[in-house]
């Protein structure tokens, strides 16, 4: 038989070591929470996002989005009281006959929303996000949800792109509730998971994600529109080649009037840094005010003139502004066209 020296513990010192494990797992743990709690999000994202929808669309005839198919399919004799909206008038003008367009699959609708996660789409910094307080990329999470919300409640399908500086995530277009929750989910870590200079590729993204969706789509497109590297005429291609195959393009331009447009700032002298380069330059904001916003207003119609010239719907989202009131306008305005 073997002989085993068992050591001599003493229950005090056993309890004592025991009292100290948990006291430090539970600072642990506290720690960790008021970390989740300084990285912000939104609270109850997908609740806050069924609350605008339904205070703007409750007023609303009919829904702002419907179905359209990318192939034709057949023409039918137009019923009275029926939608004039598919009437195909150059076949009335040769048969004095009203007839509707058909198309394939058309009740159902496909939407990609694409976010610009890049360090810029996190100005300004905030500690906690309201509807009443927004940053860029809080605005972008929150109209994307809001939309989302909207789609589900047809049963649509709904994909999501995030990119910065890589392409951060991509999911293809679905309608299940479990599809739902896991963007909602995304959605909120694209918020809490912040990190420093990360540059805008939109050019090199844009052209990536418009080779993925095949089938004709609604395409919501999240962005300030800022960029450090990619020249203007590079950007705008990649927009026309989201036009590429029929896809209807939404281009929600995300920005601070104040700050960004109208360069906002008291004239005490101050270090402006490049949050995506990590650049910067001292000075007095009233020795270039005036330059500048020639220069960003040149720019920002630029943008809408492109949009125009590639039939683009353009959104202008000042974060300043009320977001159910951006939102809201934005969806009348497309109802009236439908």
Not at 96 to 105: A, E, I, P, S, V
Not at 199 to 204: A, I, L, P, Q, S
Not at 261 to 273: E, H, L, S
Not at 311 to 335: C, G, H, P, S, W
């Amino acid at each position: 038989m073997l002989d085993a020296e068992y050591p001599n513990y003493n229950l005090n010192d056993v309890i004592s070591s025991f009292k100290e494990d948990v006291a430090k797992a539970t600072n642990e743990l506290m720690d960790l929470q008021n970390e989740l709690n300084k990285a912000g999000g939104f609270k109850n994202l997908e609740l806050l996002a069924k609350q605008v929808v339904e205070g703007f669309v409750a007023g609303m005839h009919k829904s702002p989005f419907h179905g359209f198919s990318a192939e034709f399919a057949e023409h039918k004799i137009y019923n009275q009281g029926e939608s004039t909206r598919h009437i195909d008038w150059k076949l009335f003008a040769k048969t004095d006959k009203l007839f509707t367009k058909r198309y394939d699959d058309e009740t159902n609708l496909r939407c990609h929303l694409i976010i610009d996660n890049s360090s810029s789409m996190h100005y300004p910094e905030l500690k906690e996000y309201s509807i009443d307080s927004l940053n860029k990329i809080a605005f972008s999470a929150l109209a994307s949800a809001s939309l989302m919300h909207i789609l589900k409640k047809q049963r649509d399908a709904v994909g999501l792109s995030i990119y910065s500086d890589n392409y951060d995530f991509y999911a293809p277009e679905k309608g299940s509730e479990r599809h739902h929750h896991m963007l909602l989910h995304q959605l909120n870590t694209m918020l809490v998971k912040k990190t420093e200079s990360r540059k805008t590729e939109t050019f090199t993204y844009l052209h990536q994600i418009a080779e993925k969706i095949h089938r004709r789509s609604l395409i919501f497109f999240f962005t300030d529109m800022f960029q450090t590297e990619t020249d203007d005429e590079a950007l705008f291609d990649a927009l026309r080649h989201l036009k590429h195959n029929k896809h209807e393009v939404v281009l929600f331009h995300v920005f601070d009037k104040e700050k960004e447009q109208q360069f906002d700032f008291d004239n005490a002298p101050k270090r402006f840094i490049d949050v995506e380069t990590g650049d910067h330059v001292n000075l007095y904001a009233d020795r270039i005010k005036e330059n500048y916003e020639v220069a960003i207003t040149d720019y920002f119609k630029e943008i809408r003139l492109k949009c125009q010239q590639y039939r683009i719907n353009y959104v202008e989202a000042d974060i300043n502004k009320d977001f159910n009131n951006i939102l809201t306008t934005y969806m009348i305005a497309r109802q009236k066209f439908l």
